[in-house]
Structures are given as structure tokens and as C-alpha cells.
């Protein structure tokens, strides 16, 4: 069933408006009709099956039939910060980790970004940004929209880790030494509820300065598993490994 995010859902369920592109979406593309269902969400974890009302030229109005209990999102948030990488890397990570869980995204200038984002250059990509997570939210059924973050610095990015429970950076060192602390081992003392932000190197991976620094401020160093992975791969390893341990191992122990 067709999925979209409806910002004031709550605000007026009985009689509500999806407008462009949704309404041209569920009209031309869908060929929805009056009396037709669809799945609408307010982007913040509320969802509802909802009834087409009436069909116009560039706006729908529908109505909520009954709110959903359940949710498909992780019982952990996790932030990926992920350090700035070349071409369209980035746009890759939101949308495929929009669909394996991600909760916000901050992109970080490190040290070793080849690109370089200023407010203005950010700006520009912005909406784009913004279309790539609604939509793969819509696809994969999730109850939020994750939020992108403007870039930050590294001072911003030590700022930002004390709001979470537990923070990680995945450092390729640490997939060469034989005593070596794992995501595995990290995950098991993480608890439901619990705020994770994991940093993620961008191709140059992190300078030992910044290591050193992340270190000093109780930052967790893992590694993700005994090969190197590129900064594009590295988020979708660690969300996977999240939503194993989270979702698909805890189902299993209450079987």
C-alpha cells in the first residue's frame, strides 16, 4: 500500500489535503479513485490508514480510517555522522540508510574531505537532499523522515556527541590490530531507547589527530569487521549490523 508523509496529519485527520507532488503521484501515476486506501504519516511516528475523499487537479483530501500501534522503526536512534565525501557519495548514504534505519544524518568536514561544503555550496543541495530521504522513507514504510543536519566542524561535532548515549567512530586501524574493540561488542551494551551516534571517515579516513581527539573525549574506536570499507559502505554495515542485533536477534529470543 502506497505510503506518504503528511506534515499536520494530527492536526486534522477527518479532513486533510496531500498536495504536489503526492497529489500528482496518487492521481497520474497511482490512478488512485475516491474510496481508494492509502498508508499516510506525520513523519514523526505517527501512522494511520487513511481513505481517499475527493480527487482534484492538484490536491487530494482524505480522511483517517484508524492509527497503527505498531512501528517499523529501530528501538534505537542512530545518527550517522558521515565525513564529507566526493560526488554524489553522499546522496547514496541518505537514501540507502534512510532505508536500513538511519534516524538524522550530520555530514562532517573532516580533515581528509576532498570536497569542501560551505553554507551556500550546502544550501544548493539541500532540497535534493530532502527529496531523497521523503522518498525512501515513503519505500521502506518508515514512520520518520530523517533529518539532515547542516555541515559541521569538528568543534560542532564534539558538541553534538554529548546529547547521545553512546558514540562510535569506525576507525580502519583498528581492523588491523589483534586486540581491537568490535561493533559487536559495543552493541551489547547498548540498551532500547538509546541515542548512538557512529562517525564514519571520509575516503581518506580519519587523520591520527583526529583519532587522538575523539579518543580523548570518550569516543569509542570500533571496527567493522576485518576489512577496510569504503566510506560509503561503512554507514550500511554498521545499520545492518544495528537492525540485526536490535531487531532480527531480539525477535528470535522472544520466540
Known sequence: M?????KDLMRSPNDFEIL???????KR??????????????????????KITSIEDDCVRASVLKWFADTNEMPIEVTIVQGIPKGDKFEWILQKGTELGAHAFI?????????????????????RFQKIVKEAAEQSHRSIVPTI??????????????????VLF??????R???????????????????LLICIGPEGGFSEREAKTFIENGW????????????ETAPLYVLSSVSYHFEECASKKDV
Open 2 to 6: 502506497q505510503r506518504y508523509f503528511i
Open 20 to 26: 504536489t507532488p503526492d497529489a500528482h503521484h496518487i
Open 29 to 50: 501515476v497511482m490512478r488512485m479513485q475516491i474510496d481508494d486506501e492509502i498508508i499516510c504519516s506525520d513523519g514523526v511516528g505517527n501512522d494511520a490508514l487513511c
Open 107 to 127: 555530514p562532517w568536514q573532516a580533515e581528509r574531505s576532498i570536497s569542501i561544503w560551505n553554507h551556500k555550496k550546502f544550501s544548493k543541495k539541500q532540497q
Open 149 to 166: 543536519s547542516e555541515p559541521v566542524n569538528e568543534q560542532s561535532l564534539l558538541e553534538l556527541a554529548r546529547d547521545y548515549d553512546k
Open 170 to 175: 569506525a576507525y580502519e586501524e583498528a581492523s
Open 177 to 195: 590490530r589483534k586486540a581491537h574493540q568490535s561493533l559487536a561488542e559495543v552493541l551489547h551494551t547498548v540498551e532500547a531507547q538509546d541515542k
Open 220 to 231: 569509542h574506536a570500533v571496527r567493522l569487521g576485518p576489512r577496510i570499507l569504503r566510506t
